[in-house]
Protein backbone atom coordinates (compact mmCIF):
# COMPACT_ATOMS: atom_id res chain seq x y z
CA UNK A 1 0.00 0.00 0.00
CA UNK A 2 0.97 3.31 -0.85
CA UNK A 3 0.66 6.49 1.39
CA UNK A 4 -1.92 8.63 0.47
CA UNK A 5 -2.43 11.57 2.75
CA UNK A 6 -2.08 11.95 6.55
CA UNK A 7 -5.23 12.14 8.51
CA UNK A 8 -6.35 11.68 12.58
CA UNK A 9 -7.44 8.30 14.18
CA UNK A 10 -9.33 8.31 17.38
CA UNK A 11 -8.79 5.48 20.10
CA UNK A 12 -10.15 6.04 23.09
CA UNK A 13 -9.83 9.61 24.10
CA UNK A 14 -6.49 9.84 22.64
CA UNK A 15 -6.27 11.18 19.17
CA UNK A 16 -3.35 9.73 17.13
CA UNK A 17 -1.62 11.19 14.00
CA UNK A 18 -1.46 8.41 11.22
CA UNK A 19 -1.02 7.75 7.65
CA UNK A 20 -3.46 6.93 4.94
CA UNK A 21 -2.85 4.38 2.73
CA UNK A 22 -4.75 3.54 -0.64
CA UNK A 23 -6.20 -0.15 0.23
CA UNK A 24 -5.13 -2.63 -1.80
CA UNK A 25 -7.03 -5.75 -0.21
CA UNK A 26 -6.81 -8.40 2.83
CA UNK A 27 -3.94 -10.62 2.10
CA UNK A 28 -4.05 -14.65 2.94
CA UNK A 29 -1.64 -13.11 5.82
CA UNK A 30 -4.86 -11.72 7.62
CA UNK A 31 -6.94 -14.43 7.80
CA UNK A 32 -3.83 -16.87 8.98
CA UNK A 33 -2.79 -14.41 11.77
CA UNK A 34 -6.35 -14.96 12.96
CA UNK A 35 -6.65 -18.30 12.86
CA UNK A 36 -2.95 -18.59 14.57
CA UNK A 37 -4.06 -15.99 17.35
CA UNK A 38 -7.40 -18.15 17.82
CA UNK A 39 -4.63 -21.87 18.99
CA UNK A 40 -2.65 -19.51 20.98
CA UNK A 41 -4.04 -16.10 22.11
CA UNK A 42 -1.24 -15.27 24.23
CA UNK A 43 0.69 -12.08 25.03
CA UNK A 44 3.98 -13.65 23.07
CA UNK A 45 2.00 -14.85 19.96
CA UNK A 46 0.83 -11.34 19.64
CA UNK A 47 4.11 -9.64 20.46
CA UNK A 48 6.06 -11.99 18.11
CA UNK A 49 3.38 -11.23 15.16
CA UNK A 50 2.31 -7.70 16.30
CA UNK A 51 3.86 -6.28 12.95
CA UNK A 52 1.96 -8.86 11.20
CA UNK A 53 -1.47 -7.29 12.88
CA UNK A 54 -0.37 -4.34 12.25
CA UNK A 55 0.54 -4.21 8.21
CA UNK A 56 -2.29 -7.30 6.88
CA UNK A 57 -4.89 -6.11 9.50
CA UNK A 58 -4.58 -2.88 10.70
CA UNK A 59 -3.64 -0.62 7.81
CA UNK A 60 -5.69 -1.83 5.57
CA UNK A 61 -8.36 -1.77 7.52
CA UNK A 62 -7.69 1.59 8.03
CA UNK A 63 -7.11 2.39 4.42
CA UNK A 64 -10.69 1.08 3.85
CA UNK A 65 -12.91 2.44 5.94
CA UNK A 66 -10.85 5.59 4.97
CA UNK A 67 -12.11 5.30 1.04
CA UNK A 68 -15.82 4.74 2.29
CA UNK A 69 -15.81 7.94 4.91
CA UNK A 70 -16.84 10.31 2.56
CA UNK A 71 -20.20 8.57 1.40
CA UNK A 72 -21.20 6.32 4.66
CA UNK A 73 -19.07 8.30 7.96
CA UNK A 74 -16.29 8.16 10.06
CA UNK A 75 -15.69 4.48 11.08
CA UNK A 76 -14.21 3.26 14.56
CA UNK A 77 -11.65 0.59 14.41
CA UNK A 78 -11.96 -1.67 17.54
CA UNK A 79 -9.39 -1.93 20.10
CA UNK A 80 -7.56 -5.55 19.58
CA UNK A 81 -7.67 -5.61 23.30
CA UNK A 82 -10.32 -7.80 25.48
CA UNK A 83 -11.96 -6.17 28.44
CA UNK A 84 -11.02 -8.82 30.64
CA UNK A 85 -12.26 -7.70 33.90
CA UNK A 86 -15.40 -8.69 34.02
CA UNK A 87 -15.48 -12.02 31.98
CA UNK A 88 -14.38 -15.58 32.87
CA UNK A 89 -12.49 -15.76 29.70
CA UNK A 90 -9.04 -14.07 30.45
CA UNK A 91 -7.39 -14.71 26.73
CA UNK A 92 -6.37 -11.25 26.26
CA UNK A 93 -6.86 -10.64 22.51
CA UNK A 94 -10.29 -10.30 20.29
CA UNK A 95 -9.80 -12.96 17.52
CA UNK A 96 -10.95 -10.43 14.51
CA UNK A 97 -10.58 -6.97 13.56
CA UNK A 98 -13.79 -5.06 13.29
CA UNK A 99 -14.94 -1.50 12.79
CA UNK A 100 -18.42 -0.04 12.84
CA UNK A 101 -19.98 3.26 11.42
CA UNK A 102 -22.41 5.19 13.86
CA UNK A 103 -20.82 3.90 17.24
CA UNK A 104 -23.57 5.30 20.36
CA UNK A 105 -26.53 6.13 17.72
CA UNK A 106 -27.44 2.06 17.47
CA UNK A 107 -27.90 2.28 13.68
CA UNK A 108 -24.56 2.13 11.19
CA UNK A 109 -22.87 -0.07 9.39
CA UNK A 110 -20.47 -2.84 9.66
CA UNK A 111 -17.25 -4.14 8.51
CA UNK A 112 -14.94 -7.41 10.41
CA UNK A 113 -11.94 -9.70 9.37
CA UNK A 114 -10.87 -13.10 10.95
CA UNK A 115 -10.34 -16.25 10.97
CA UNK A 116 -12.98 -16.90 8.59
CA UNK A 117 -12.74 -14.17 6.65
CA UNK A 118 -14.40 -11.04 5.71
CA UNK A 119 -17.79 -10.11 7.42
CA UNK A 120 -19.91 -7.14 6.37
CA UNK A 121 -23.38 -5.30 7.56
CA UNK A 122 -25.19 -3.05 9.90
CA UNK A 123 -28.66 -2.94 11.02
CA UNK A 124 -30.27 -1.14 14.35
CA UNK A 125 -28.56 -2.77 17.74
CA UNK A 126 -30.54 -1.19 20.83
CA UNK A 127 -29.08 1.25 23.53
CA UNK A 128 -32.08 1.37 25.36
CA UNK A 129 -35.68 -0.58 26.23
CA UNK A 130 -37.27 2.73 24.73
CA UNK A 131 -35.51 1.88 21.36
CA UNK A 132 -36.66 -1.48 21.72
CA UNK A 133 -40.18 -0.25 22.50
CA UNK A 134 -40.16 1.51 19.49
CA UNK A 135 -38.82 -0.70 17.41
CA UNK A 136 -41.59 -3.26 18.23
CA UNK A 137 -44.12 -0.61 17.74
CA UNK A 138 -42.93 0.01 14.04
CA UNK A 139 -43.21 -3.77 13.68
CA UNK A 140 -46.37 -4.10 14.54
CA UNK A 141 -48.01 -1.07 12.82
CA UNK A 142 -49.24 -2.73 9.15
CA UNK A 143 -47.73 0.41 7.45
CA UNK A 144 -44.46 0.38 8.81
CA UNK A 145 -44.15 -3.42 9.71
CA UNK A 146 -45.05 -4.26 6.39
CA UNK A 147 -41.98 -2.46 4.73
CA UNK A 148 -39.26 -3.47 7.12
CA UNK A 149 -40.50 -7.12 6.00
CA UNK A 150 -40.09 -6.56 2.79
CA UNK A 151 -36.44 -5.23 3.48
CA UNK A 152 -35.51 -8.26 5.90
CA UNK A 153 -36.80 -10.60 2.62
CA UNK A 154 -34.81 -8.60 -0.08
CA UNK A 155 -31.68 -8.99 2.38
CA UNK A 156 -32.01 -12.19 2.47
CA UNK A 157 -32.64 -12.99 -0.84
CA UNK A 158 -29.20 -10.94 -1.28
CA UNK A 159 -27.25 -13.61 0.96
CA UNK A 160 -27.74 -11.36 4.45
CA UNK A 161 -28.32 -13.15 6.81
CA UNK A 162 -30.66 -11.54 9.88
CA UNK A 163 -29.48 -11.20 13.24
CA UNK A 164 -31.93 -10.00 16.30
CA UNK A 165 -31.38 -11.10 19.95
CA UNK A 166 -34.62 -12.94 19.71
CA UNK A 167 -36.73 -13.50 22.56
CA UNK A 168 -37.08 -17.31 23.09
CA UNK A 169 -40.77 -16.29 23.57
CA UNK A 170 -43.28 -13.83 22.12
CA UNK A 171 -42.75 -10.07 23.88
CA UNK A 172 -45.33 -8.87 25.98
CA UNK A 173 -48.57 -7.70 24.70
CA UNK A 174 -48.20 -9.33 20.97
CA UNK A 175 -50.64 -12.47 19.98
CA UNK A 176 -48.41 -15.30 18.72
CA UNK A 177 -49.89 -15.31 15.59
CA UNK A 178 -49.05 -11.85 14.37
CA UNK A 179 -47.94 -11.88 10.73
CA UNK A 180 -44.84 -10.07 11.59
CA UNK A 181 -44.51 -12.29 15.15
CA UNK A 182 -40.77 -13.07 14.09
CA UNK A 183 -39.54 -9.60 13.80
CA UNK A 184 -41.28 -8.77 17.13
CA UNK A 185 -39.41 -11.66 18.76
CA UNK A 186 -36.05 -9.21 18.08
CA UNK A 187 -34.72 -6.82 20.23
CA UNK A 188 -32.69 -5.92 17.86
CA UNK A 189 -32.18 -5.62 13.68
CA UNK A 190 -28.81 -6.72 12.49
CA UNK A 191 -27.86 -7.66 8.76
CA UNK A 192 -24.52 -9.67 8.34
CA UNK A 193 -23.24 -11.07 5.12
CA UNK A 194 -20.11 -13.67 5.59
CA UNK A 195 -18.60 -13.51 2.37
CA UNK A 196 -15.45 -15.51 4.28
CA UNK A 197 -12.22 -15.86 1.55
CA UNK A 198 -13.15 -15.03 -2.28
CA UNK A 199 -10.66 -14.01 -4.53
CA UNK A 200 -11.28 -10.50 -4.94
CA UNK A 201 -10.71 -10.31 -0.92
CA UNK A 202 -6.84 -9.61 -1.75
CA UNK A 203 -7.57 -7.46 -4.40
CA UNK A 204 -8.62 -3.73 -4.94
CA UNK A 205 -12.02 -5.12 -5.67
CA UNK A 206 -12.89 -5.88 -2.22
CA UNK A 207 -13.62 -1.98 -1.53
CA UNK A 208 -16.16 -2.31 -3.87
CA UNK A 209 -18.05 -5.71 -2.71
CA UNK A 210 -18.24 -4.22 0.95
CA UNK A 211 -19.41 -0.22 -0.54
CA UNK A 212 -21.92 -2.77 -2.47
CA UNK A 213 -23.17 -4.79 0.85
CA UNK A 214 -23.08 -1.50 2.71
CA UNK A 215 -25.96 0.39 0.39
CA UNK A 216 -27.57 -3.11 0.24
CA UNK A 217 -28.07 -2.34 3.98
CA UNK A 218 -29.02 1.30 3.42
CA UNK A 219 -32.83 0.99 3.43
CA UNK A 220 -33.05 -0.88 6.02
CA UNK A 221 -31.07 1.98 8.09
CA UNK A 222 -33.38 4.60 6.58
CA UNK A 223 -36.25 2.98 8.11
CA UNK A 224 -35.02 2.67 11.75
CA UNK A 225 -33.54 6.28 11.23
CA UNK A 226 -37.36 7.23 10.57
CA UNK A 227 -39.86 5.17 12.66
CA UNK A 228 -37.18 4.54 15.97
CA UNK A 229 -34.46 7.25 15.60
CA UNK A 230 -31.15 7.08 17.51
CA UNK A 231 -30.17 5.54 21.07
Not at 10 to 30: H, L, M, P, W
Not at 117 to 131: E, I, K, M, T, Y
Not at 152 to 173: Q, S
Request: proline share 5%.
Amino acid sequence: MRVRSTGLSRSGNKCESRAVTTFAGFSDRAVAFYADLAANNTREFWTANKAIYESEVRDPMRALVAELESEFGVAKLFRPHRDTRFSKDKTPYKTGQAALVGEGTGIGYYLAIDSRGLSVGGGFRAHSPDQVARYRSAVDDDATGDKVSDLVEALRANGFDIEGEPLKTKPRGYAADHPRIELLRCRSLMAVRVFGTPGWLASPNALGEVRDAWHHVTPLNEWVAANIGPA
